[in-house]
């Protein structure tokens, strides 16, 4: 999304309507017939829902397949994407919904394949040119009409990364926040302190260390955490990020020192222990569970997965201790501690090759509508939506979704889409495998900039 437009959402639209999800909570392939999942127990009633399906609706038996990149169905947007389906099957009997769930890069590989073969009828998507660029141009998604959610309570702005040539293909569910998550109980255990600069944190890395903790849980095995790293850096040195980025793929140039700096730094703070050892091959999973098992003090992650906060499957002494802090500031950068990494992220769309496209669109308005993912997912604490959730705020949220909340309010710019999603795929692909070395120290700052250069080409 163009930061023009984030800005606009968070000035305009944030009373507090939400800027989720990159990622994914984990890395085991699930099919599963949304109706035997546990999420029914916590479905509503299906006479609370049934006024919402269309009455004259056929009776035949339908099929729908839906693609998901949420394999967790028990916890967080899974959870709540779940809760959803459970509902329409209650409201629409003659339906049969199949569930594929994949964690994010299987399903990213998996969609690809789905995009040469045949598309499920509804799937998981992002409103990033790094994605959706290829498969708008492929012509897998079928249109939508945009008049049709004029009062869903979508954001300003939030439809415009699902738009090509002013025509909707998709729905945004998420908007997401950069931060690291923190054990606020270790914290004040050991005396640490919440880290105002980047030096600071460097240096409370040298204390957690010597404590035998990992300073901070990293998805290194996965490029796409590390550059979304690289994001937060470039917007606390130079105080933006779109225009710099936007400039530097246009003309296939990453000359500008803010990149050489904000790369260099990120390899400095590898080499100096910020992260765990082996950092660079450890999967999502992994990096999660040094955090939740409290051998790592800190989690660079995305708001999405704030739901940490509620998952009875983490430990209630670190669960009701997690905290979180955006990034420091770096001396001598230009931008301050409100300048965020903050962009709307995935959605779901429909096939253009459907053979049960009207159920399909049924089926993805029925999630939209705003008593559904949106208001599910505030009350079970998972992330922030891409619609106004104003209205079913109770005082009792989480203090990681008060905080999140706090960052967003006070933001005074975010970066928009992550550098990595900002050109073309194959830009996307040589940076995600290459910041890998860069981080590491294998490849220099300026090779990692020249090959990205070239990749733009």
């Known amino acids: 999304m163009k930061r023009k437009l984030l800005v606009t959402l968070l000035t305009t639209a944030m009373t507090i309507s939400m800027l989720a999800g990159c990622g994914s909570t984990a890395s085991t392939e699930a099919t599963t017939p949304a109706a035997d999942t546990a999420a029914e127990e916590t479905a509503a009633p299906a006479e609370e829902t049934a006024d919402a399906a269309d009455s004259t609706a056929s009776t035949d038996p339908v099929t729908l397949k839906v693609f998901s990149n949420l394999p967790d169905r028990k916890n967080g947007q899974g959870l709540i994407e779940q809760m959803v389906i459970d509902e329409y099957l209650a409201a629409n009997p003659n339906v049969t919904i199949e569930v594929e769930a994949l964690d994010e890069e299987a399903y990213k590989t998996k969609f690809k394949a789905y995009a040469m073969d045949g598309m499920p009828d509804v799937v998981s998507i992002w409103g990033q040119p790094s994605f959706l660029d290829d498969v708008l141009n492929a012509g897998v998604l079928a249109e939508l009409n945009e008049a049709d959610y004029a009062d869903y309570g979508f954001v300003s702005g939030s439809l415009d990364g699902f738009k090509k040539d002013g025509k909707l293909y998709g729905l945004p569910r998420n908007t997401d926040i950069m931060a690291f998550y923190y054990n606020q109980k270790m914290f004040e255990d050991n005396g640490w302190k919440v880290p105002a600069t980047y030096d600071e944190l460097l240096a409370l890395a040298d204390d957690i260390n010597a404590a035998g903790i990992v300073p901070v849980a990293m998805d290194g095995g996965d490029g796409w955490p590390m550059a979304i790293y690289l994001t937060d850096l470039i917007v606390k040195i130079n105080g933006t990020h779109g225009d710099i980025v936007s400039e530097a793929i246009a003309n296939a140039d990453f000359a500008n020192p803010v990149f050489k700096q904000a790369t260099e730094l990120f390899a400095q703070s590898a080499q100096a222990g910020l992260f765990q050892t082996g950092y660079d091959s450890q999967d999502y999973a992994t990096a999660m569970n040094l955090f939740t098992n409290g051998q ?91 619609q106004d959730q104003t209205a079913y705020m109770s005082g009792s949220e989480t203090e990681l979704q008060k905080q999140f909340m706090d960052i967003l309010n006070n933001a005074t710019s975010v970066s928009g889409t992550p550098i990595n999603d900002c050109g073309p795929s194959v830009f996307k692909t040589v940076m995600e495998s290459e910041i890998q070395n860069a981080s590491n120290g294998t490849t220099s700052a300026e090779d990692f900039l020249t090959s990205i250069g070239n990749a733009c080409k």
């Open 296 to 386: 790592a003090a800190m989690f660079y992650m995305g708001s999405w997965e704030s739901s940490m906060a509620l998952n009875q499957d983490i430990s209630e002494d670190i669960r009701t201790n997690i905290r979180a802090f955006t990034m420091p500031v770096v001396d001598g950068g230009k931008g301050k501690a409100t300048d965020i990494a903050a962009w709307n992220g995935g959605g779901y769309a429909v096939s253009a090759s459907s053979e049960v496209k009207e159920e399909a669109i049924k089926f993805l308005n029925y999630l939209y509508q705003p008593d559904k993912l949106s208001k599910y997912g505030w009350e079970n604490g998972v992330g922030m939506s891409a």
